[in-house]
């Protein structure tokens, strides 16, 4: 089932820490283009299905990835795309975002996530060891 957008983002927003739903929806947008450039066919269109429609179509449609990134230059990558942000509020983003869109992907489809991913994404996606 498709999560709302107005859920998902309050969702990001509350545990991220977030003072408004534009900051959460600002790091949501950057962390799902840099997800969407890693993810290939059913994995990405399947994890797309569940989100808003706004987010599904930037996942869809990723900033192009010359090589899949490692966790932490995924999070560097982010902070610079997020304007201000250190690796440190960065990873404070990734977190907020990935484990946000866990919960809409559910366990199946996040093992199968995880499978097209680098090493260690895992933590990011708040999933610390369950694969």
Do not use: C
Not at 10 to 31: D, H
Not at 62 to 91: D, S, Y
Not at 112 to 125: E, K, T
Request: proline content about 5%; overall charge negative; aromatic content about 6%.
């Amino acid at each position: 089932m498709t999560m709302r957008w107005e859920a998902f983002l309050e969702k990001i927003q509350e545990r991220g820490e977030y003072g408004s739903p534009q900051e959460a929806e600002r790091a949501a947008r950057v962390v799902l283009a840099l997800l969407g450039a890693h993810l290939v066919g059913e994995v990405r269109a399947e994890l797309a299905a569940r989100l808003p429609e706004t987010l599904s179509l930037i996942l869809l449609n990723p900033l192009p990835a010359a090589e899949p990134l490692t966790p932490e230059r995924f999070v560097r990558a982010t902070a610079a795309w997020i304007e201000g942000a250190t690796e440190q509020t960065a990873t404070w983003d990734v977190g907020a975002v990935l484990s946000v869109a866990a919960d809409a992907a559910g366990e199946d489809l996040l093992s199968r996530i995880l499978l097209q991913l680098p090493a260690g994404y895992d933590l990011l996606f708040g999933h610390a060891g369950s694969g």
